[in-house]
């Protein structure tokens, strides 16, 4: 841009006009057809379908021994590992030797990306709580009344909330967070995921769309359960028999955004199943979808805010998060494909100027710190469209598309990025 000159801006009709001229729907007398926008994203259903093998795993690598990984356990095997635990620390106590855990190490240095598996593992240390010791005494008898705890769950057969176990000792815990914590060490230290626990979050994620199932043998049909949605069950284990005529998976960050697409059954013209966490991503919604796309196997386009943290969320689906890392293999989901809203969508839509916000410092920071990130550098397209982003200092949510009007996103934005088959 010249000195001194401003930049020009789009006039409301120039971006609507631009994404119309360029739309091949079929619909208020353009050219083209619901067939034609869709043609690309049956491309990538078919690749995704063509695509065999499952996802590699630690023993495949022959790295089992360097990093370690949970898996699914059946409720009884729990329960008797808990049970070992508990003699071998009655034996050490009755023969003087003292009380302690021995756990996993899950400090930020332990958990590693790997690159071959394409997910955040933990590394294969240990570290000891003891009970005599000053620094760790609580934290022994935190560990001690949870396992006590869960064992009696998996003893009857139920499952509860983590709040609810929070509650049954609030003097002991004091803040959930530290019994949550623990739940996490003990998931680790037995080798088995959260949910073999028995202990689940509580209800966030929703789902509305082509999809049909049966959850603990009720039949469930995505396609009735109005703007709101389905909520996606705390119990993924309870889930069976997924169905669909879907072409691919809509995984959207905002719930203002999810609702706008549901109202306007965007999923019956364009098959699709919509899936949104409302924000960042529980375990429930990730396991969920791990679970849609490997079942099915169909694409998975997300839309998110054209920002760091919308990045950010795509990355946990994909490659996991440092908490959860013992639990990736699990909770990930690969090869996750960028839809929007990207920074370079902002002039290439038109978006007015009004509709956009400028970054702020931790913004900024978060977005060289994603640079630096081996997860983010194997994505060279990703690393353009952050560059963009920290050079123009600008970003903008989903909700700024609504500058062309309510149902933009829905009927005109999107549309055209199938059509275009424009994610990376």
Request: aromatic share 6%; charged share 30%; net charge positive.
């Amino acid at each position: 841009m010249a000195p001194g000159r401003a930049k020009k801006r789009a006039t409301p009709d120039e971006g609507v006009n631009f994404a119309l001229k360029r739309l091949r729907d079929g619909r208020d007398g353009r050219e083209g057809s619901l067939d034609e926008v869709l043609a690309k994203v049956r491309a990538l259903e078919r690749a995704v379908k063509a695509k065999r093998g499952g996802r590699r795993t630690l023993d495949d690598l022959g790295l089992a021994t360097t990093y370690r990984e949970v898996e699914d356990r059946d409720a009884r095997e729990i329960a008797a590992a808990i049970e070992q635990v508990m003699i071998a620390a009655a034996k050490s106590i009755v023969a003087g030797d003292g009380f302690e855990y021995v756990l996993p190490s899950r400090g930020a240095t332990d958990q590693v990306y790997v690159e071959a598996l394409d997910r955040i593992v933990l590394k294969n240390k240990t570290t000891k709580a003891n009970f005599a010791a000053v620094s760790s005494v609580r934290k022994v008898t935190i560990l001690t009344r949870v396992m006590q705890l869960v064992h009696g769950v998996l003893s009857r057969g139920i499952h509860v909330t983590k709040r609810d176990l929070f509650y049954t000792d609030v003097k002991l815990f004091k803040d959930q967070k530290d019994s949550d914590a623990v739940l996490d060490d003990i998931s680790c230290m037995l080798g088995c995921t959260r949910n073999s626990l028995h202990v689940v979050a509580s209800e966030k994620g929703v789902v509305v769309g082509r999809l049909q199932y049966k959850e603990d043998g009720d039949e469930i049909d995505c396609t009735k359960m109005g703007v709101g949605g389905k909520a996606i069950p705390s119990n993924i284990d309870k889930v069976r028999d997924m169905r669909t005529d879907a072409k691919f998976v809509l995984l959207v960050e905002k719930d203002a955004a999810f609702m706008r697409l549901a109202e306007d059954r965007f999923y019956n013209k364009y098959p699709c199943i919509i899936i949104t966490a409302k924000g960042q991503p529980d375990v429930a919604t990730r396991l969920f979808l791990s679970k849609v796309k490997r079942d099915l196997k169909i694409p998975v386009l997300a839309l998110v805010d054209a920002d760091p943290y919308g990045l950010k969320i795509i990355s946990v689906y994909m490659q996991g998060s440092k908490n959860m890392a013992f639990d990736s293999g699990n909770l990930t989901t690969p090869d996750i494909k960028w839809l929007g809203v990207r920074p370079s969508d902002l002039d290439k839509f038109k978006i007015p100027e009004q509709c956009r916000l400028e970054m702020t410092a931790k913004d900024i920071e978060t977005g060289h710190h994603m640079l630096n990130e081996d997860f983010i550098k194997s994505n060279p397209e990703w690393v353009k469209e952050i560059n963009i982003m920290l050079e123009t200092k600008t970003k903008a949510e989903i909700q700024s598309l609504s500058s062309y009007g309510f149902q933009y996103l829905s009927e005109v934005y999107l549309p055209l990025k199938l059509l275009e088959g424009d994610w990376i």
